[in-house]
């Protein structure tokens, strides 16, 4: 293995010894693009069915999860009962894991809604709208609000004041500019 130097005249390691030089940090990089091209994030939380909002990013979650596309760092599931799907499973009374189920058959987001409305509970438009101010305001003055400031420092979004709660910070994240709600 040989070593060649950059415009920088810092040696880099070449782990080709033909006629490309290639170095760790071009192999990283082409990992690191591989890797973006296999997975695509899920929807924003904003998108409502049937005036829900988040269910459809649940939904893409296991959708993307099933076809090995979800990108790593991702939770999905009920382990943690403060999850937004441990939460939204919860809220419309039905077993994840059934949920899961469900969705793997195929079928429209609302096709799937009503089958959970059918299996668990049909929430009223109060509560919906309840639901949906909850997660809306999710991590801005509540007590997941310290959780929420050392995510997005951890993010590289330490310094952002328009990121106030969780759905900012999914939006961030995901590239997606945060909504104002």
């Not at 009503?114 to 509560?127: D, I, L, N, T, V």
């Not at 952002?160 to 590239?175: K, M, N, P, V, Y």
Request: net charge negative.
């Amino acid at each position: 293995m040989s070593t060649s130097r950059s415009k920088s005249n810092y040696p880099s390691k070449v782990v080709w010894p033909f006629r490309c030089k290639w170095t760790v940090d071009h192999v990283t990089a082409w990992s690191e693009a591989f890797v973006q091209m296999q997975t695509k994030t899920p929807c924003t939380d904003y998108i409502e069915t049937k005036g829900l909002i988040y269910f459809a990013r649940m939904l893409d979650k296991i959708r993307l999860k099933a076809a090995g596309k979800l990108p790593p760092g991702y939770f999905t599931g009920v382990e943690d009962p403060t999850h937004f799907d441990a939460r939204c499973a919860r809220f419309l009374g039905v077993n994840y894991d059934e949920l899961v189920e469900r969705t793997l058959q195929g079928g429209s987001d609302e096709e799937i809604l009503e089958w959970c409305f059918a299996r668990g509970r049909r929430p009223s438009e109060e509560e919906i709208s309840v639901w949906n101010a909850f997660l809306r305001k999710r991590g801005w003055r509540d007590e997941a609000s310290e959780e929420l400031a050392e995510s997005k420092k951890e993010a590289g979004f330490g310094d952002r004041d328009d990121i106030q709660t969780w759905l900012d910070l999914h939006d961030a994240e995901e590239g997606r500019t945060p909504a104002v709600s």
